[in-house]
T-cell receptor
C-alpha cells in the first residue's frame, strides 16, 4: 500500500503564474487535508475535502486559492497568480474513517 | 476552538540522556492529541496519538507521552536519546477523529554526541 503521494516534490513558479499541486491519498482513504508550512513555522490547516465535497475550507485564503477532490483522480490544490508570499511547503494528508492522518512528503513551492 | 503551545523551539540533549519535549493544549471538547516527527525535507510521521483510552501512550522509536488533563499537557519523552532522533517534533490537537489538526510551532531537537 503506497503512502500519500504528492507531486511535484519541488515547484518553481514566477510571480503571476499558476501553481497546481497534486495529492493522491492512500488506497481506501476518502478524506484529504491540505496544510501549509511557512519557513520556521508549524503547519497551518487550509482545507478538508471528501470525495467531490469541500467539508471545511476555513484555512484557505479567500482569493487565488482553490481545492478539489474529484470522484476520480488526485486532489488538486490550485494557486492562481502566485506571489512571493506563497512560497512554502504544502502538505497533503489522508485518512480513512478513524483518527490517524497520514502525511505525504510535501510539495515545496518557490515563487521567484 | 483548539490550540497547542510547545515550550522551547530548540532543545539540545546529549546522546543517551532523557528527551523531554513539552506540549500544552487548549480544547473546548475532549481532545485527540498527536506527536509527529519531521526529518529535513520530509513529510510528517506519526509518533503516537492519544484518543481517550490509556493516558500513557507508547509510540514508535521508544517515545511515549502522558496525557494529563489537570495540567492540559501531553509531553513527549524518551529515556535515552539517539543521534537519529535529531529532527523537528510537532504536537497537534483535534476535536474528533476526522477534524483538522491544529499544530504547535514545533521543537527542533538536537542531539549532542
Amino acid at each position: 500500500n503506497a503512502g500519500v503521494m504528492q507531486n511535484p516534490r519541488h515547484l518553481v513558479r514566477r510571480r503571476g503564474q499558476e501553481a497546481r499541486l497534486r495529492c493522491s491519498p492512500m488506497k481506501g482513504h476518502s478524506h484529504v487535508y491540505w496544510y501549509r508550512q511557512l519557513p520556521e513555522e508549524g503547519l497551518k490547516f487550509m482545507v478538508y475535502l471528501q470525495k467531490e465535497n469541500i467539508i471545511d475550507e476555513s484555512g484557505m485564503p479567500k482569493e487565488r486559492f482553490s481545492a478539489e477532490f474529484p470522484k476520480e483522480g488526485p486532489s488538486i490544490l490550485r494557486i492562481q497568480q502566485v506571489v512571493r508570499g506563497d512560497s512554502a511547503a504544502y502538505f497533503c494528508a489522508s485518512s480513512p474513517q478513524n483518527t490517524e492522518a497520514f502525511f505525504g512528503q510535501g510539495t515545496r513551492l518557490t515563487v521567484v | 476552538a483548539q490550540s497547542v503551545t510547545q515550550l522551547g523551539s530548540h532543545v539540545s540533549v546529549s546522546e543517551g540522556a532523557l528527551v523531554l519535549l513539552r506540549c500544552n493544549y487548549s480544547s473546548s471538547v475532549p481532545p485527540y492529541l498527536f506527536w509527529y516527527v519531521q526529518y529535513p525535507n520530509q513529510g510528517l510521521q506519526l509518533l503516537l496519538k492519544y484518543t481517550s483510552a490509556a493516558t500513557l501512550v507508547k509510540g514508535i522509536n521508544g517515545f511515549e507521552a502522558e496525557f494529563k488533563k489537570s495540567e492540559t499537557s501531553f509531553h513527549l519523552t524518551k529515556p535515552s536519546a539517539h543521534m537519529s532522533d535529531a529532527a523537528e517534533y510537532f504536537c497537534a490537537v483535534s476535536g474528533t477523529g476526522n477534524e483538522k489538526l491544529t499544530f504547535g510551532t514545533g521543537t527542533r531537537l538536537t542531539i549532542i554526541p
